[in-house]
């Protein structure tokens, strides 16, 4: 039986956790989540995948084959050495049979001045574009062959929601009610009661 909780995914040995899930089951909430460069400027990119089909269940996140197709994408274009890969997992959009369309974002840690955001933009699509891939494009090929086609840069904009509905927002469903905003002199995190040196903090154990 698979021992994953909170959408952890089984690989035999030990389980795969969702974003800002921890813990041998991921039966715990991350003690922090950063939210800095969720809201400072990032790059929208586009990339086609060619030696992958797209299929139905790709369009619902929650689903197997999206969560596999989303690891192996964001292994491939994870993009060194400062920007990380996307926070949520790409998400195909096209609604036919075919190579797969994916839309993502790279978040800018640290930002950017606002002059160079075009500029890294262009880097990005290059980094992307300049991937290691295998010799041979079959769909049963170990790994995905891709061109990055397209990179557009935003720069941070006032969020609508407040600090607290942020928290509320990212963390994870099932604990997001535990998390409140923190911020320091670098940015805002996400942090419990069980989170080290915030005021207030206790000494949780396991959890």
Not at 106 to 118: G, I, T, Y
Not at 166 to 190: E, K
Request: glycine residues 6%; proline residues 13%; aromatic residues 8%.
């Amino acid at each position: 039986a698979d021992p994953c909780l909170n959408g952890g995914r089984w690989l035999g040995t030990t389980c795969l956790c969702p974003p800002n899930m921890d813990g041998p089951r991921c039966e715990f909430g991350a003690t922090t989540i950063n939210l800095t460069a969720e809201l400072g400027p990032f790059v929208t990119m586009m990339a086609r995948v060619t030696n992958r089909e797209f299929s139905e269940d790709m369009g619902d996140t929650s689903s197997p084959g999206h969560r596999r197709f989303a690891e192996e994408f964001s292994r491939t274009v994870r993009p060194p050495p400062c920007p990380r890969p996307p926070r949520t997992p790409p998400v195909p959009p096209p609604h036919s049979r075919g190579s797969v369309v994916v839309n993502y974002r790279v978040h800018l840690q640290p930002p950017p001045s606002n002059a160079s955001l075009d500029h890294r933009a262009l880097e990005l699509l290059a980094v992307a574009n300049s991937a290691p891939q295998p010799r041979n494009c079959s769909p049963s090929a170990d790994g995905l062959c891709f061109t990055a086609t397209s990179a557009r840069a935003t720069r941070a904009a006032p969020s609508a929601l407040n600090a607290t509905e942020l928290c509320r927002r990212y963390a994870p469903a099932n604990f997001s009610r535990f998390y409140f905003p923190y911020r320091t002199a670098h940015g805002l995190l996400c942090v419990t009661n069980c989170t080290l040196n915030v005021p207030g903090s206790f000494k949780c154990g396991r959890g």
